[in-house]
């Protein structure tokens, strides 16, 4: 029941580059992977919205980088084989990247009286 969850820093300025190639790469996966589901976000509280500071006068060299998520899952979740051709596809993308992108696996917890989580007892 895997789900990839991948975040990272992208230049202001690579944003519109950096989109259509992240985009491209998860309509490639999804016909890759049967049952795929992609999302690309930004971080909310971003001040990196070229489109609104370009807008009101701010020239996008002035903006600070902004935070990205990619989100992979699928029915049933994510198998080894899966997640490696999700990470090979992006490992390089996208362009304007400052730093290294940050994959993180998540699966739901078990239902309360299901027995016992396999994280549970962790401090």
Do not use: H, K, N
Request: charged share 25%; glycine share 8%; proline share 7%.
């Amino acid at each position: 029941m895997t789900e990839l969850y991948v975040y990272y820093r992208l230049d202001a300025c690579a944003a519109e580059a950096a989109r259509a190639q992240v985009e491209a790469a998860q309509a490639a996966l999804r016909r890759q992977i049967a049952g795929l589901q992609t999302a690309l976000l930004r971080r909310a509280d971003a001040t990196a919205d070229v489109a609104t500071d370009a807008a009101a006068g701010r020239p996008a060299t002035d903006l600070p980088p902004a935070t990205w998520m990619e989100i992979y899952r699928r029915p049933g979740g994510l198998d080894r084989a899966a997640c490696a051709a999700i990470e090979t596809a992006l490992r390089e993308l996208p362009q304007g990247r400052v730093g290294a992108r940050i994959v993180e696996r998540f699966e739901p917890l078990r239902p309360t009286g299901a027995g016992p989580d396999p994280v549970e007892g962790l401090s």
